[in-house]
């Protein structure tokens, strides 16, 4: 059997290969054995995103182990939250701004994402002072840049969507997208 990572650059390599001038982005899905989460993650663009999907109780457990009000672990909780990580893999700088960022569900509707820039507005209201765990709201990037945090946007557990990005590189808007996200349920996938 292949491991997984062995089949990932294989799928990029025969994507570089079979369409080398298109552009095109593909979505690598797979799920982890042994939690049984699942990731997604665009490949063959620019701007590399992954998201790993995080159960409520991870999420819930973040906050409070740092002696945040329960109710503060518990509201992150009750969003659609993924691990995210971003990457400049191309030779140039870029910038990404996630408030321009969209989950598009199955009715057709777009929803906007939580930001970095929200959640610390609403924590700052009620006196906390946290903010390390959340993806940066907009970054630039130089060659090699990455970087990583929570993702989040407010969507029903099991939702299932396509996450639509956009980012700038040569002055010009790129975009791209993740296909068949799904939002983690309040339990752990059934092995």
Same mark, same amino acid.
Request: proline share 5%; net charge negative.
């Given at each position: 059997m292949i491991p997984m990572a062995d089949m990932l650059k294989l799928t990029t390599l025969l994507v570089v290969l079979l369409f080398p001038c298109s552009g095109m982005a593909i979505t690598v899905n797979d %799920?982890? !054995?042994?939690? =049984? $989460?699942?990731?997604?993650?665009?490949? =063959?663009?620019? $701007?590399?995103?992954?998201?790993?999907?995080?159960? !409520?109780?991870f999420v819930r457990g973040v906050y409070e182990a740092r002696g945040? !009000? !329960?109710?503060? =672990?518990?509201?992150?909780?009750? @969003?659609?939250?993924?691990?995210?990580? +971003?990457?400049?893999? %191309?030779?140039?700088? $870029?910038? @990404?701004?996630?408030?321009?960022?969209?989950?598009? %569900?199955?009715?057709?509707?777009?929803?906007?994402?939580? %930001?970095?820039?929200?959640? $610390?507005?609403?924590?700052?209201?009620?006196? +906390?002072h946290f903010g390390w765990s959340m993806m940066p709201t907009a970054q630039d990037f130089e060659v090699g840049d990455w970087g990583q945090g929570f993702v989040t946007m407010k969507l029903p557990r099991g939702t299932r969507f396509d996450l639509e990005y956009v980012w700038r590189q040569h002055g010009r808007k790129q975009t791209a997208r993740l296909e068949g996200v799904v939002c983690a349920d309040e339990s752990p996938p059934a092995k």
């Open positions: %799920t982890d !054995p042994d939690s =049984g $989460l699942a990731r997604w993650q665009s490949q =063959g663009h620019g $701007l590399s995103l992954e998201l790993i999907q995080l159960l !409520p109780d945040l !009000p !329960p109710d503060l =672990g518990q509201e992150m909780a009750d @969003y659609c939250v993924f691990g995210g990580i +971003v990457r400049n893999e %191309t030779q140039r700088a $870029l910038s @990404y701004d996630m408030r321009l960022w969209r989950a598009r %569900t199955a009715d057709g509707q777009r929803h906007e994402l939580k %930001t970095k820039l929200d959640w $610390l507005a609403e924590w700052r209201r009620r006196g +906390v």
